[in-house]
């Protein structure tokens, strides 16, 4: 992240916000730290963040945006919103809109900011995605599909980008503490060490990272057998004890 140019999605709270602060401590040269409101960003103090508005789902503003930011070498697409409700009787509107604002929103952005990526290489794409890209849960059934949507673009754009200069990495975190999960009582890593060891495997080139300790054990369940993350899924939804 050393005197690289970076933009981040989603930069006013939570996991973008920390990525902002970890970027600054890394000696990123410049952050583009965008917002869909500026009134709710931060003074991060720092002359190299740069706020702008962004709105993720208004391709105008992306493009706007992009042609404002043609020096960016990092593009981390943090934005994203979670609804509750299941596939059944969950709100068609929430599933939607989980789609809009996490899959159609971040490819858009991907699209948009490909070419000036390429003039720019070495280059990278890190997309914030979730560790129910590997299997759902149904309580938050239209997220998880949304993410499922988004690690299968990542995975894409992985390979169409593979001969112009520019990694794509996932991310795919279990449970941070941010106001996604506000009314949790899980106990969850705060996004200021997460957004750290995110940029630090990051630079370390790994391409699928899972950065917190929740994460992991529901990774390595999946890795062992798909089935298990889908069973302890079943057990958080039916309210039964998880067993790895
Ligand atoms: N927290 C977790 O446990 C967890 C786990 C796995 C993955 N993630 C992913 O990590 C990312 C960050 O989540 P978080 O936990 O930091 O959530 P958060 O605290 O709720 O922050 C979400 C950020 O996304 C922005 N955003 C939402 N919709 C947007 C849109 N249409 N256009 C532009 N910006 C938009 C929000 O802006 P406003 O302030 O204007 O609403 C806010 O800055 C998300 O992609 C999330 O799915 C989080």
Do not use: C
């Not at 900011?113 to 290489?121: D, H, R, T, V």
């Not at 705060?190 to 950065?211: F, H, Q, Y």
């Amino acid at each position: 992240m050393k005197d690289k140019v970076i933009l981040i999605t989603g930069a006013n709270r939570g996991i973008g916000k920390s990525l902002v602060k970890s970027s600054l401590e890394k000696g990123a040269g410049k952050i583009y730290a965008t917002s869909r409101d500026l009134s709710k960003m931060p003074d991060f103090g720092d002359e190299r963040v740069v706020p702008l508005a962004l709105e993720i789902t208004d391709n105008t503003q992306i493009l706007k945006v992009a042609e404002q930011t043609k020096d960016v070498e990092v593009l981390i697409n943090n934005a994203g919103i979670l609804s509750q409700g299941n596939i059944l009787e969950g709100e068609i509107s929430a599933v939607k809109n989980d789609m809009n604002v996490n899959y159609y929103g971040t490819i858009s952005m991907m699209r948009a900011f490909a070419p000036i990526l390429e003039k720019n290489a070495p280059a990278k794409i890190v997309n914030i995605v979730s560790i129910v890209a590997y299997s759902p849960l149904p309580s938050i059934a239209g997220y998880s599909a949304s993410k499922t949507a988004l690690y299968s673009a990542t995975l894409s754009v992985r390979i169409e980008l593979a001969k112009k200069g520019i990694t794509v990495h996932a991310i795919n975190p279990g449970a941070i503490d941010t106001d996604m999960n506000k009314g949790s009582n899980w106990d969850m890593p705060v996004p200021d060490g997460i957004a750290t060891i995110i940029l630090n495997k990051v630079e370390a080139g790994e391409l699928d990272i899972v950065p917190d300790e929740m994460g992991l054990g529901m990774f390595n369940a999946w890795k062992e057998e798909p089935s298990k993350l889908a069973e302890m899924f079943h057990n958080m939804y039916h309210g039964e004890q998880i067993t790895t």
